[in-house]
């Protein structure tokens, strides 16, 4: 079983939708996680953080169930500028220093007009 | 521009050819990370340094593998004897740690290495 596991998609919407992702984890250790943005052909870009049960910026909410050990990112009133692959990001230890990031294999998002 | 740094932006190599990528991260950044990324793919870790000490290397990290903070600045990946295998975008990162702060990485822009 992969550390981090997302559904690839890809999800096409249509721009004002809300579109959700999901992503589970296998490491209990793991204490925070993280949504990067990544479009195509450049870096990923840290798009949120999620420390505790969750966090919302602007349109954009991340989740956490730790029972469950999945972690969700909910996107409302897509926007075209929003097509790109999230990457779920789940770092093997806690603390406030994580070492290597271990990625999913990203979820692609596409808005269209 | 302050960002991570990563030269060349592209590599096109032969099998069996030797190349050198480099790696500048943000100043004042103490730790430094490689990753690999395939198509359709998330970033692989492939091994990280904080100031020059190498802590923590991947089992993807071959023999052909090798990586150098050699002044606790900027690191080079060199991968010898290239196997098409070896094609990836190549990503560097690097993040302040140890003073209190959460450990935030940020990548550089990679560098697309095609072994034909």
């Known amino acids: 079983r992969k550390e981090v596991e997302q559904d690839p998609g890809p999800f096409n919407v249509p721009e004002g939708a809300t579109v959700a992702f999901n992503c589970t984890y296998s490491?209990?250790?793991?204490?925070?996680f993280f949504w990067y943005r990544q479009d195509c052909r450049k870096e990923p870009k840290l798009l949120m953080s999620?420390?505790?049960s969750g966090n919302e910026d602007g349109r954009f909410t991340a989740q956490l169930n730790r029972a469950s050990q999945y972690i969700s990112l909910l996107i409302r009133d897509s926007k075209l500028s929003d097509s790109a692959t999230y990457l779920c990001v789940a770092p093997p230890f806690g603390g406030t220093s994580y070492g290597k990031l271990t990625f999913g294999q990203g979820t692609i998002l596409t808005v269209h007009p | 521009d302050t960002g991570v740094s990563q030269n060349p932006r592209h590599k096109i190599t032969k099998r069996g050819q030797n190349v050198t990528f480099r790696c500048d991260p943000i100043s004042e950044h103490n730790r430094l990370y490689w990753y690999r990324q395939t198509l359709g793919q998330g970033p692989e870790f492939l091994t990280y340094f904080q100031n020059e000490a190498q802590l923590e290397k991947s089992r993807l990290l071959s023999d052909r593998f090798s990586a150098e903070r050699p002044k606790g600045s900027f690191s080079t990946l060199e991968i010898q004897r290239t196997e098409q295998g070896d094609s990836a975008m190549y990503l560097c990162a690097s993040s302040l740690v140890g003073r209190g702060y959460q450990e935030t990485q940020y990548f550089g822009p990679g560098t697309r290495l095609l072994v034909l």
């Open positions: 999620v420390y505790s």
């Open positions: 490491n209990s250790a793991s204490q925070s």
